[in-house]
């Protein structure tokens, strides 16, 4: 565990930053005169940058670490969900090393919290889950990870409940759903399950939305409605809503308003080959906005490499953000720590070379070290997880 973290840079100086059961106890000028230990670590003038927090991805499903695998052009989504069951079960590595050589991965950029879709269904079972959850005990004062129980092929349409409710007893955190309308085809009926199973367990609710304009509209209207009637203000999200981004700001004004009454998130992967919610509609509507990586060489894409830093650039790029206000803006999307060291947060942040906080969202430059809980998991002069804990 490391003591001092010294020669640290931001605010345009060097700072040496005491660390003590893993928060932040001290920040001083590097020039104060302090005894050196073994235990410090020189930062050689590199900028600190907060930790990031990913919030949607899928840690049971990527292909790294795979044989390269062709994919097929999407056309209806009943195909896509056969087709990605297929090649999940032609895998040659087991779930436990996929999980591990994702994680492994964000953590060496620095993301040091997610919140993880897992695949349940009468099918699989808890099979996914298991894994996950046996990966978040052993990352435990590492890597902070939700689980979110996510019925890939449709809460109703698979009869999912009864698993559902296994993966709330035995780790999930939130209840997933996905696109009442496009999949279930029943969009009361099926938001009215999630939000059962949320009280039922006192959970969280994180709804995956595809289906477009209008009908996705109406979908989120009633969600944001769910959400007040359960008393679940700040604790629903709703991913990806690409409706939000198909529709004009007057034909979803009165829809942000209740969202931001409501207190329900909305999470986008910033896609580039489909519209997505407009970052500043929901800033000017005071909406919770955040990103996950979501898809990472899968069976729906071949892109990704796990970098949130990277993400949160093409999320400014795609905006056309450029002033320094608003690359600091895009910046606060993907991290839940303060942009600068604060006395007693949490000791979760990373260190790049660049001049500040802007230019390392700008340039997302690679990741020279990364500490979690005081704790330096990664370092780029050995470019490998330092004590060997995930890895």
């Not at 896509?80 to 090393?97: D, G, T, V, W």
């Not at 999307?333 to 942009?339: A, C, D, E, V």
Request: aromatic residues 6%.
């Amino acid at each position: 565990m490391v003591n001092v973290v010294k020669n640290v840079r931001f605010d345009g100086q060097l700072w040496n930053l005491s660390i003590k059961d893993g928060v932040i106890e001290k920040i001083e000028h590097a020039n104060s005169d302090y005894s050196t230990t073994s235990t410090d670590f020189d930062a050689k003038g590199f900028l600190y940058v907060p930790a990031l927090a990913d919030m949607h991805v899928h840690l049971d499903k990527h292909f790294l670490g795979e044989p390269w695998r062709p994919l097929q052009p999407f056309t209806t989504l009943p195909k896509q969900l056969k087709f990605e069951k297929e090649m999940l079960a032609s895998m040659q590595s087991s779930l436990e090393e996929r999980v591990s050589l994702m994680t492994e991965l964000m953590v060496k950029q620095g993301t040091t919290k997610i919140r993880t879709h897992v695949d349940v269904d009468p099918v699989i079972g808890l099979m996914h889950l298991e894994a996950v959850v046996q990966l978040r005990e052993q990352l435990r004062g590492i890597m902070d990870i939700e689980i979110v129980a996510f019925p890939q092929q449709g809460l109703l349409k698979s009869n999912s409940l009864g698993v559902m409710k296994d993966a709330l007893r035995n780790g999930a955190d939130l209840v997933g759903g996905v696109d009442p309308a496009g999949l279930d085809r029943k969009v009361e009926a099926s938001l009215e399950a999630m939000f059962e199973l949320s009280a039922e367990f006192d959970a969280g609710v994180d709804l995956h939305l595809h289906d477009p304009g209008h009908l996705g509209l109406y979908t989120i209207d009633l969600f944001a409605d769910y959400t007040m009637q359960a008393k679940k203000q700040g604790r629903t999200a709703v991913s990806h809503a690409y409706c939000l981004g198909m529709l004009a700001d007057d034909e979803i004004n009165q829809t942000l308003s209740a969202l931001s009454e409501a207190d329900v998130a909305i999470i986008s992967s910033v896609p580039i080959d489909r519209p997505a919610p407009r970052a500043q509609s929901l800033l000017n509507a005071g909406v919770k906005f955040l990103i996950g990586n979501d898809n990472v060489r899968d069976a729906w894409s071949p892109f990704g490499n796990g970098d949130l830093l990277q993400r949160g650039s093409r999320l400014a790029e795609k905006s056309g953000w450029i002033t320094d206000e608003q690359l600091l803006t895009a910046y606060s999307f993907i991290t839940n720590r303060s942009l600068t060291p604060q006395l007693g947060e949490k000791a979760d942040f990373m260190l790049v070379n660049a001049e500040n906080l802007q230019h390392a969202i700008a340039a997302h430059p690679k990741r020279e070290a990364v500490f979690s809980n005081g704790q330096l998991l990664t370092n780029i002069e050995n470019e490998k997880i330092l004590d060997g804990t995930i890895s």
